[in-house]
């Protein structure tokens, strides 16, 4: 997932769109808007902190789940990962070949 598909799915989380009216995303990070009233300044600063923190641990439990070095791949092979096995496989292959040959198309 991209930085810009994970901010996107954070957004998408039910608890997460009634502050996004009250804030911008600026410079990698969320900003409460300039609006009218105290109170209303108040709760867009507040929606401001409130989306910072909680992406702050979004973004971390995301990094947490693939550790560096590793690659997610589909539970079965998909199209795209035959066709690298296809493409290298016309030497005797072990299993390893045959693995990087298909992970190299996850990255």
């Known amino acids: 997932m991209n ?12 608890k ?4 996004l009216g009250l ?10 808007k300039n609006v009218g009233t105290w109170h209303d300044q108040s709760r867009s ?3 401001a902190k409130s989306l910072n923190n909680d ?8 990094a947490a789940q ?3 070095g590793y690659v997610v791949v589909p539970r079965s092979p998909t199209p795209e990962m035959v066709t690298a096995v296809n493409q290298v496989y016309k030497y005797p292959m072990g299993p390893i070949d045959v693995y990087r040959a298909m992970i190299s198309v996850c990255q």
């Open 45 to 47: 600063q507040n929606a």
């Open 55 to 62: 992406y702050a641990v979004w973004q971390a439990a995301l």
């Open 16 to 19: 997460n769109k009634s502050l």
């Open 66 to 68: 693939v550790p560096s």
């Open 23 to 32: 804030v911008e995303f600026v410079d990698g990070e969320y900003t409460a």
């Open 3 to 14: 930085p810009e598909q994970s901010r996107s799915a954070f957004e998408q989380l039910e």
